[in-house]
């Protein structure tokens, strides 16, 4: 089975300052791991993805995570918050290769922006 | 990337009735998609996984019977909620994978938010 932790639910950084959001994952196979956010009555939207091929993967508006198989970890960062980051982040995982897997989803992450 | 269209954006129904929901891939075929529930402040739920041309595959705890789920094609999944009750309401959300070639990615609808008065 897979799991996935997103340790905080809500983080509050200021303006500028570093944005980390922590995800650790648990799977008995190879994972594909996922980083999606979702803004107020809004579905997901992709902010990038791990698919074993380079463990530093850059996505959209900034954000960056590494896959770090020992600490079993997929953490999202991004240098520079802005105020329109504020959202709900949610880490996911599913089995890797083909196929129509199942996405696995943590419990989300409330970002939350401060002046 | 491609499109998930989901229709309606939010519904409003009375106890006893029945709503359905619909979900399109605009621009390319997926013969699985999947319908999620998601609580307030909560995260998503994994509710069925919708299959082109065959019965869908639920969740355990989610009764088939007050969920219908049909994919009547390649691009339209639909998720009719039956004799509906306040403890329904919530956001669904559903997702679908391009089926061609080696895509990796769900891309989700904009959700449906159900409000049972």
């Known amino acids: 089975a897979q799991s996935v932790t997103q340790l905080g639910s809500h983080v509050s950084v200021s303006e500028g300052a570093l944005v980390l959001l922590r995800c650790n994952y648990s799977?008995?196979?190879?994972?594909?791991l996922f980083w999606y956010v979702q803004y107020p009555n809004q579905g997901l939207q992709l902010l990038l993805k791990?698919?074993?091929?380079?463990?530093l993967v850059k996505g959209i508006n900034g954000f960056e995570a590494e896959f770090k198989k020992s600490e079993t970890s997929f953490h999202l960062t991004k240098p520079s918050a802005h105020m329109s980051d504020a959202a709900e982040y949610f880490c996911?995982?599913?089995?890797?290769?083909?196929?129509?897997?199942?996405?696995?989803f943590g419990q989300g992450t409330r970002l939350t922006i401060n002046p | 990337g491609a499109v998930v269209s989901q229709h309606p954006s939010w519904v409003i129904c009375k106890s006893g009735t029945s709503v359905k929901i619909e979900c399109r891939s605009l621009?390319?075929?997926?013969?699985?998609m999947f319908w999620y529930r998601q609580f307030p402040k909560q995260s998503l739920m994994l509710m069925a996984t919708?299959?082109?041309?065959?019965?869908?595959?639920?969740e355990q705890g989610v009764e088939k019977d007050k969920f219908l789920i049909n994919h009547a094609s390649l691009t339209l999944s639909t998720l009719t909620v039956t004799s509906a009750h306040p403890e329904d309401s919530s956001f669904y959300i559903c997702?679908?994978?391009?089926?061609?070639?080696?895509?990796?990615?769900?891309?989700f609808g904009q959700g449906t938010r159900l409000t049972v008065v």
């Open positions: 799977s008995s196979v190879p994972p594909y």
């Open positions: 996911a995982v599913s089995k890797a290769g083909q196929g129509a897997q199942k996405l696995v």
């Open positions: 997702s679908a994978r391009d089926t061609k070639g080696l895509s990796t990615e769900a891309f």
């Open positions: 919708s299959n082109e041309g065959s019965k869908a595959t639920y």
């Open positions: 791990y698919t074993s091929a380079a463990t």
């Open positions: 621009d390319f075929q997926a013969t699985t």
